[in-house]
């Protein structure tokens, strides 16, 4: 079991010390365990195209190219922060393009703060260690071709309290309770990163510690 990090963004520069790079992104890809078998596979793909494509955090890359997201919760892990997404029309997590960035977790921190409003020291990352990986195809927009998102995602609590201003990327960002997600999104994925949520907060409840692996919980979760 290890301590919680409650690392505000504004923190997170100064512990990390240098940028993650592709290495270090393959060594957390390569740490990641998960019961859900299409996640596996996901993680898999992910490993092989990281090692073949040098520029796999730049957009232009197609048809594939690696962005980085955050599954934010609230302290007592009963709600989810979730924004409507101006341009897709669709219930997400807060993330985004990395635009060559190879810390993937520090894209992910800072999108969560741009798309929310929040102030980055308002930004809690729970762990270092990917909570969930997912691979999915964005269709075709603009002069943007059908492509794919290999999306890594990070925990990260902020207090359900604070106002959420947004910014013009969403219509609407709101907290919802776990079992009003799929109201909003039914997607396998965050189907996913739902049950991973109700696991930590059924075992750890008030508890301040989380598994090492965030992701392996074992065969009674599934």
Not at 31 to 46: C, I, K, L, N, P
Not at 49 to 76: K, M, Q, Y
Not at 130 to 158: K, M, N, S, W, Y
């Amino acid at each position: 079991m290890k301590k919680l990090l409650r690392l505000p963004l504004a923190l997170y520069r100064i512990h990390r010390g240098p940028n993650m790079h592709r290495a270090e992104l393959l060594n957390l890809l390569r740490q990641h365990e998960t019961r859900f078998m299409d996640e596996a596979g996901y993680v898999r793909r992910a490993i092989d195209f990281v090692e073949n494509h040098t520029d796999c955090f730049h957009r232009e890359l197609w048809p594939a190219h690696v962005t980085g997201s955050a599954w934010v919760i609230s302290p007592d892990r009963e709600r989810v922060l979730m924004m409507h997404h101006r341009k897709h029309g669709q219930w997400f997590q807060p993330g985004g393009h990395a635009d060559g960035d190879a810390d993937i977790l520090r894209v992910a921190l800072r999108e969560t703060s741009e798309e929310t409003g929040i102030d980055p020291s308002q930004v809690n990352l729970l762990h270092t260690a990917i909570f969930d990986l997912d691979i999915h195809t964005i269709p075709a927009i603009g002069d943007d071709p059908r492509h794919e998102h290999i999306d890594v995602r990070f925990l990260v609590e902020i207090d359900d309290s604070l106002p959420v201003p947004g910014n013009d990327e969403s219509h609407e960002v709101l907290w919802m309770r776990l079992f009003e997600v799929s109201r909003y999104n039914n997607n396998r994925s965050t189907y996913r990163m739902v049950e991973k949520t109700r696991y930590l907060r059924n075992v750890l409840n008030s508890s301040d510690r989380v598994p090492g692996n965030l992701l392996y919980f074992g065969d009674q979760y599934i």
